[in-house]
């Protein structure tokens, strides 16, 4: 692995805006913050599955990706980044590398007629060229393929070297940002500017939930000069060092990119969130406040509280009518990172339970904020053998599981109601709107016929009586906050 | 006699392609409380996994030996080893498959040996079979990596003939990786009305067709049984479908003595009608009512469908089996093939597929192809839905990939009653685009004159010199 990779990967554990990092000591802080993996019981992406999900909603660049099939073949338009225009980032892009390429040591050379087919069919804005695990293996210099194609065709192409054996999905998106930080933002300038333009960092618009936020800031008369990535441009990535403030979403996904930027450029930075009523409101406040401390106009705060009361109370009254069919419901939040606190205080507000929520992939400062919203020492689980959990969910100790993908089959198994509330969802949840959908969805889940249905025992099977599941040793799920 | 030809494009731009190590876990899936394991960094198994899952609706318990960098330059057989004692512990699989990939490929390691050492030393594997098939993600495709993992279980878990080896009245089948669960049930079903027990290898009929289990199971749901496969050379025939299963096959024959025959395709009358006459020959019986009943019925469904198969023109992208195979049946049903890409091109019925050229590419060229051709159906997996829309053309989703569609492990596409449901399908997708006739479709609603001037004048012209 070249040199400058290996120095960039421990930059960036040396991260001075976590708050992990810096709480750690001096020896601790060396060896860098990726936990090691377990052969045979780990699940998650690599880097390069990381840095693809930070850069691929960028819609209107060709994102080639250098290795052999599997890397590319098996994991392209796998997500619903939603585009309001091109469609380039869905192209699926591989050099394929073949065994020939490999032994012969043709990788660059076929990496660099690559990048001139995509050009001479698609003519993109850019190319954003990944790295992957056998190019590196192979000594494969991706960077100076891309600096000669750059200069050759005119057509910025972007090195992202983010091979997957570098690390976890999180150290990819990092990598990402990082290639944004070097090759891409600065490198355009605005046709105009002006003082409420902010970024927003960490936001994929994964079914077109930017959409659910952007009319309230177009209502503030806040323009959204670069949303980092989802619905992106290449210019408005590339021209994002001139926005007032920069919204960090995805907690610590792009905080290198966040920071960064503020010690470039001086862009001061916020980690918010669109997920919940409450947090939104406090997303548009802080936003308010800090554009106007960068030279907005005063009123901006004025406008922004008046914004936020008649939205929650909209809102409010839309759910109104869930409360009575959803109180008392327990759920089972199961999912790292921000999600599972930002919907927390929405679904308690209807009355419903949390049994438990996960906080694998949460940060201290995460736990912190579910402790504060649960009051005391919440049932937090890091996680749940999904043994377990289907002798938990079937045992009926939860009325619905929201989680992502993996465990869906855990709880449609055991025959209990579940919401997909992770990246391949098919519903936009951000904003005020999108706690309506998410809450109406909730309903229409609990609310269906089908499971009483399901749960009933073939007539047959009655006479034997209660169906045997083993739910040895299993905790119960409690009620929390 | 079609020319197959390998587009020299550095670049493949929207892959047909899935990865042989897909295809070798999908195989894995196959056996009866196995686990398949890729040997590679954790992309490698997460990419996969998240494929299936969308593809089959089902929980996939696929796992890795995530190699890291210090693996990646030390070698791998020490997270093998730690991966397998895992699994071992964790899940007691009967059965654990490893595919390798890519990146332990490049690095040249020698994980056979590696595997044979582990199995060695650790008292605690006894209990569970472990199968290596080396599937680099640099060659081949689904084809070739479901064909090496089949040869790899063959080669280490079949007891190869010997004296004390009494027949039985069983037929083993190899089936391809293009076969669903439903097709599956189909031959079983066949197989089983001559008096013949089969076994299938891999049978991902149960582990894969979806259905709900009585409690949490973190190994495969079903699948071939580890005994089942030890008594293969019990058989008194093989029956492998698609040329990738020919080397399975030859492996099983030169292990056991048991004859095999390769079926190049079981989608279509003609090919039916072969393998129920085998059997019947096999068995010495009639062929029950059941069957001349299907296939009554099959024939009566190419009378009724082929009115909106002729003259039909149809692009078609899949891996060579499959790609022959729907090549065949629609050119068999009056609709003419345009277009033809496979995925790899080693398969030697490429040639015979009835279209001049073979492209061994990807969908682009699906879509380039397509378009020039003025296709009026795109027939290829999911990942076909964007030239698809571009072009305006509808799409049949076959294959693998087919995430955005359920029921796939339910499609049948062999013997007569998987054929029959075939020509429904293609049939009523041509019907749903038909519509009622309207005047302008005929140009004027004069009539046009018999003869145009341009063709008055050559017709004179040639009444001259006569």
Not at chain 1, 379 to 403: K, N, T
Not at chain 2, 143 to 167: F, K, M, Q
Not at chain 2, 339 to 345: L, P, V
């Amino acid at each position: 692995m070249a040199e400058s990779l290996n120095a960039k990967i421990t930059a960036l554990f040396d991260e001075p805006g976590c708050d992990t990092n810096v709480a750690k000591g001096e020896k601790a802080r060396k060896k860098g913050c990726s936990k090691p993996l377990q052969p045979g019981a780990a699940a998650g992406g690599c880097a390069f599955d990381g840095a693809k999900i930070a850069l691929q909603p960028i819609t209107d660049v060709v994102h080639l990706v250098h290795g052999p099939l599997a890397c590319e073949g098996n994991g392209w338009d796998n997500r619903h980044a939603a585009t309001s225009g091109p469609e380039l980032y869905r192209i699926g892009a591989t050099t394929d590398l073949t065994e020939t390429d490999i032994i012969m040591g043709n990788g660059e050379k076929r990496l660099y007629r690559a990048i001139r087919e995509v050009i001479e069919r698609y003519t993109p804005p850019a190319i954003f060229v990944y790295s992957t695990c056998v190019p590196a293996l192979i000594g494969d210099d991706i960077h100076a393929v891309c600096h000669h194609a750059t200069e050759k065709f005119g057509t910025p192409c972007i090195p992202i070297n983010a091979p997957g054996f570098v690390g976890s999905k999180n150290l990819g998106n990092k990598l990402a940002g990082e290639a944004l930080l070097d090759h891409v933002i600065g490198t355009m300038e605005p046709e105009c500017s002006t003082p409420t333009d902010i970024n927003i960092l960490g936001e994929y618009n994964l079914s077109g939930e930017l959409w659910q936020v952007k009319p309230l800031l177009a209502q503030l008369g806040i323009r959204l000069n670069a949303c980092i990535t989802g619905d992106a441009r290449y210019h408005e990535v590339a021209t994002a060092h001139r926005a007032r403030v920069n919204m960090m979403v995805c907690s610590t996904a792009l905080i290198n990119v966040a920071r960064k930027m503020e010690e470039r450029w001086g862009i001061p930075y916020f980690e918010g969130s669109f997920y919940g009523i409450g947090d939104t409101s406090d997303a548009l406040r802080t936003l308010a406040r800090m554009l106007v401390a960068r030279g907005a106009e005063a009123d901006l705060i004025d406008r922004t509280e008046d914004l936020i009361s008649a939205e929650e109370q909209r809102a409010w009254n839309r759910l109104e009518p869930y409360r009575e069919r959803l109180a008392g419901k327990r759920v089972l939040l199961y999912t790292g990172g921000v999600k599972s606190w930002s919907i927390v205080s929405a679904l308690q507000e209807m009355g419903m339970v949390i049994v438990s929520t996960s906080v694998r992939k949460s940060t201290d400062n995460d736990k912190q904020k579910i402790k504060d919203l649960m009051g005391g020492d919440a049932h937090m689980v890091s996680s749940i053998p999904p043994r377990e959990m289907y002798a938990q969910l079937r045992r009926g100790d939860a009325d619905i599981l929201l989680s992502g993908g993996r465990t869906q089959f855990v709880a449609l198994k055991a025959r209990t109601p579940w919401l997909d509330i992770n990246q391949e969802r098919h519903h936009a949840f951000a904003g005020y709107d999108g706690m309506v959908t998410l809450v109406r969805e909730l309903d229409a889940s609990l609310s269906n016929p089908v499971w009483e249905d399901v749960r009933r025992l073939a007539p047959w099977e009655q006479e034997d009586g209660e169906a045997e599941f083993d739910d040895e040793g299993v905790p119960a799920l409690v009620p929390i906050g | 006699m079609a020319t197959v030809i390998q587009r020299r494009k550095a670049a493949s731009l929207n892959p047909l392609k899935s990865s042989a190590p897909l295809g070798a876990a999908l195989a894995y899936l196959g056996i009866e409380k196995g686990i398949p394991l890729f040997h590679g960094a954790q992309g490698c198994t997460s990419f996969a996994l998240v494929l299936s899952v969308r593809h089959f609706k089902e929980a996939i318990p696929l796992q890795t030996t995530a190699m890291d960098e210090v693996a990646t330059v030390l070698g791998g057989a020490s997270n093998l080893e730690e991966a397998l004692l895992t699994l071992a512990r964790r899940m007691k699989p009967g059965f654990i498959g490893v595919a390798t990939t890519a990146l332990v490929e490049t690095r040249g390691e020698d994980s056979e040996g590696d595997l044979r050492l582990i199995m060695e030393r650790n008292p605690e594997l006894a209990e569970t079979k472990v199968v290596l098939a080396s599937t680099p993600d640099y060659a081949g495709a689904l084809e070739e990596g479901w064909a090496s993992a089949t040869t790899a279980i063959i080669n280490s878990l079949v007891e190869p003939w010997s004296p004390s080896i009494r027949s039985f009245q069983q037929i083993n089948v190899l089936p391809g990786v293009h076969q669903t669960p439903a097709d599956i049930e189909v031959l079983r079903e066949i197989i089983e009305s001559f008096g013949f027990y089969p076994v299938i290898l891999p049978d991902i009929s149960y582990s894969l067709d979806g259905h709900i289990a009585e409690s949490w199971v973190p190994t495969s749901l079903g699948g071939t049984s580890l005994s089942e496969i030890a008594n293969m050379a019990r058989a008194v025939h093989t029956i492998a479908i698609g040329e990738h299963m020919r080397t399975p096959a030859d492996t099983l024959t030169a292990m056991t003595g048991v004859p095999a025959t390769v079926f190049p395709t079981l989608t279509g009358l003609e090919p039916s009608d072969r393998l129920v006459s085998l059997l019947a020959r096999l068995s010495l019986r009639p062929v029950p009512g059941r069957l001349r009943r299907h296939r009554a019925q099959l024939v009566d469904a190419m009378l009724d469908g082929h009115f909106y198969f002729g003259g039909k023109k149809v692009a078609i992208a899949a891996d060579p089996d499959l790609l022959f195979s729907l090549s065949q049946f629609f050119a068999g049903m009056g609709a003419s093939v345009v277009t033809a890409i496979a995925s790899t091109g080693g398969n030697r019925n490429l040639q015979r597929i009835p279209v001049e050229n073979v492209i061994v590419g990807d969908l682009t060229d699906l879509e380039d192809g397509a378009a020039q051709a003025g296709a009026d159906l795109l027939v290829t997996h999911s990942h076909g839905r964007q030239a698809a829309a571009r072009l305006g053309v509808p799409l049949m989703r076959v294959g693998f990939p087919i995430f955005d569609r359920l029921g796939v492990a339910h499609e049948e596409t062999v013997g007569y009653r998987g054929t029959r449901s075939l020509i429904f399908r293609v049939a009523n997708q041509f019907l749903g685009e038909s519509h009622e006739h309207r005047p302008e479709d005929f140009g004027s609603a004069i009539p046009a004159p018999v003869i145009t001037t341009e063709e008055g004048r050559h017709a004179s012209g040639t009444f001259a010199t006569h």
